[in-house]
């Protein structure tokens, strides 16, 4: 049962346009959602979080906006550069009793071409 | 600054076999995770700890261990390796919860069981 979920495998986006990720859930207990993005033989990197009281986060070229009552949230990349070619992961956080759990969804290879 | 730095990188088992897996997080942060990353999945929790106590447990069997030492560095053990154990073992180590900063992971340790 996936509770994070990432429709789409992959994406192509030409360089200087808008980049939109997608990502659905279904458990109202989650408090935080981040973006991370990966590449190849690397670990995943933090790129931006919303808390679930949010419906928008900024960060430079980075913008999530979350909607609660559709259980969904999308990432902006604008304007879409080359190097932003990478795996995108949608996560999720639930807390409770201290202990924080990241459940990812499936990712979204985006590829941002010049 | 150091990362978060795993060990090791690769290694080749046989199923039934043992294995210890490293992790050092970034300094000064208390808390680590280790997630599980199937090809063509997103990474699945399997362990939190927080000053040295374990905090959380994903779904996982009891051949899955793990400990978090005084240095706040920490091991995953995983006994009678089966060939459906071969994943990337990814380590991430936050200050706190890790919610609005986001956990920062290491590259990996790429696990073939054969």
């Known amino acids: 049962d996936q509770q994070v979920k990432q429709n789409s495998p992959s994406l192509s986006v030409q360089e200087g346009r808008i980049s939109i990720l997608n990502c659905d859930y279904t458990?109202?207990?989650?408090?935080?959602f981040l973006w991370y993005k990966k590449y190849p033989a690397e670990g995943p990197t933090f790129l931006i979080s919303?808390?679930?009281?949010?419906d928008k986060n900024e960060d430079g070229r980075f913008t999530v906006f979350l909607n609660k009552s559709a259980k969904h949230l999308s990432l902006h990349i604008v304007p879409s550069q080359p190097g932003d070619s990478a795996v995108y992961f949608c996560?999720?956080?639930?807390?409770?009793?201290?202990?924080?759990?990241?459940?990812f969804g499936k990712g979204t290879k985006l590829s941002v071409i010049p | 600054d150091a990362g978060v730095t795993q060990s090791p990188t690769h290694l080749i088992k046989t199923r039934g076999q043992h294995v210890t897996l490293r992790c050092s997080p970034i300094?000064?942060?208390?808390?680590v995770s280790w997630y599980q990353q199937v090809l063509g999945q997103g990474p699945q929790f399997i362990f939190q700890?927080?000053?040295?106590?374990?905090?959380g447990r994903g779904n996982f069997p009891d051949r899955f261990s793990a400990r978090q030492f005084p240095n706040y560095s920490s091991e995953l053990n995983v006994n009678a390796l089966l060939l459906g154990d071969s994943a990337l073992y990814l380590c991430?180590?936050?200050?706190?919860?890790?919610?609005?900063?986001?956990?920062?992971f290491g590259s990996g340790t790429r696990l073939t069981v054969v």
């Open positions: 996560a999720a956080i639930t807390s409770g009793a201290g202990s924080y759990q990241l459940t």
């Open positions: 700890y927080y000053e040295k106590e374990e905090r």
């Open positions: 458990n109202s207990m989650f408090d935080y």
């Open positions: 300094s000064g942060h208390k808390s």
């Open positions: 991430a180590s936050s200050l706190g919860g890790g919610a609005v900063y986001g956990y920062t």
């Open positions: 919303i808390s679930s009281i949010k």
